[in-house]
């Protein structure tokens, strides 16, 4: 499951990078918004985390469960079948949250009238702070 927190990092900074480059020559606001301080700090964030740690356990007790009632290959296609509805979960967890975010930082981009919203890593320098903002609407 860290990875699936891992790719969502890179997505953000994938959706940083591209809004740097379409806002590049404008002169709009940029506000920026520190994705670590999000993650540990916004309770919908954590509820993603919780829902995605129960389905884990709840497929590793199911699994537990089927070892002993299967024989090993059979028991091999159920820890595969396992392994992908985690990913399959994850993935639509992952999609959800990115759906969130964007929702939020659209509503906080035209509340502080800047122009794109950007992971703070991506601007040197600068830009309108909305970490504070995102986390009260990731109630």
């Given at each position: 499951m860290k990875k699936v927190w891992k790719r969502l990092g890179i997505v953000a900074a994938m959706l940083a990078l591209t809004g740097?480059?379409?806002?590049?020559?404008?002169k709009d606001n940029v506000g920026?918004?520190?994705?670590s301080r999000v993650?540990?700090?916004?309770?919908?964030?954590?509820?993603?985390?919780?829902?995605t740690e129960d389905k884990q356990k709840?497929?590793?007790k199911e699994l537990q469960d089927?070892?002993?009632s299967m024989s090993a290959e059979d028991f091999?296609?159920?820890?595969?079948q396992a392994q992908q509805e985690l990913n399959i979960f994850g993935a639509s967890m992952q999609r959800q949250f990115m759906s969130d975010i964007q929702s939020k930082l659209g509503d906080i981009a035209k509340d502080k009238?800047?122009?794109?919203?950007?992971?703070?890593?991506?601007?040197?320098?600068?830009?309108?702070?909305?970490?504070?903002?995102?986390?009260?609407k990731l109630q």
């Open positions: 740097m480059l379409a806002g590049c020559g404008g920026v918004v520190d994705m993650q540990k700090e916004a309770p919908l964030v954590q509820q993603y985390k919780q829902k709840s497929i590793e089927a070892q002993q091999q296609k159920k820890q595969q009238n800047v122009g794109i919203i950007v992971v703070k890593e991506a601007v040197p320098s600068g830009g309108i702070d909305v970490t504070d903002d995102l986390i009260a």
